[in-house]
């Protein structure tokens, strides 16, 4: 897995540890909308504000019928923690060997993922892609709605 994939892409599969004791794998989610968010850490003030901002929208992105999942490099006890700590009702997956960031071209240059949205259309193709290159700022859940809606 290595490379950067992009709209009209078919998203890369991938298969993770996740927050309450589940694997996820992106294709057992064929037939509805994903949205893969990659995130740089677990409890770090833009993260959490991200995070709890998508977790405060689930009721929007779930009335489309799409899912939330969330990625970083932490490991599970990190991501359980945070889960917690804020209630997010979304899965944390730990992309510990940054795998799945490398297919998808997020890892950034400290070895983290940088900031980065994917909405995955029903057939398992890319449709919505934002990529940060630096910066604090992240997507709004109104953005993502709104590209939910046009699929």
Not at 29 to 46: L, M
Not at 86 to 96: C, H, N
Not at 121 to 137: K, N, P, Q, T, W
Request: negative net charge; hydrophobic residues 40%; aromatic residues 10%.
């Amino acid at each position: 897995m290595s490379g950067a994939v992009g709209i009209g892409d078919v998203a890369p599969d991938f298969s993770l540890p996740a927050t309450g004791g589940e694997v996820i794998t992106l294709s057992s989610f064929v037939g509805r909308p994903v949205v893969v968010v990659f995130y740089p850490g677990d409890d770090s003030p833009v993260c959490t504000k991200q995070l709890n901002s998508y977790n405060d929208g689930l009721n929007e992105f779930e009335s489309l019928d799409a899912q939330v999942l969330a990625i970083s490099s932490q490991g599970l006890v990190s991501h359980e923690a945070f889960a917690q700590k804020y209630g997010l009702k979304f899965p944390l997956l730990a992309d510990s060997e940054k795998d799945v960031a490398k297919a998808y071209g997020v890892l950034g240059p400290l070895g983290f993922p940088r900031r980065s949205v994917f909405i995955v259309d029903r057939e398992g193709v890319i449709r919505y892609a934002h990529r940060a290159v630096a910066g604090l700022s992240y997507r709004p859940v109104s953005e993502l709605v709104d590209a939910l809606n046009q699929l």
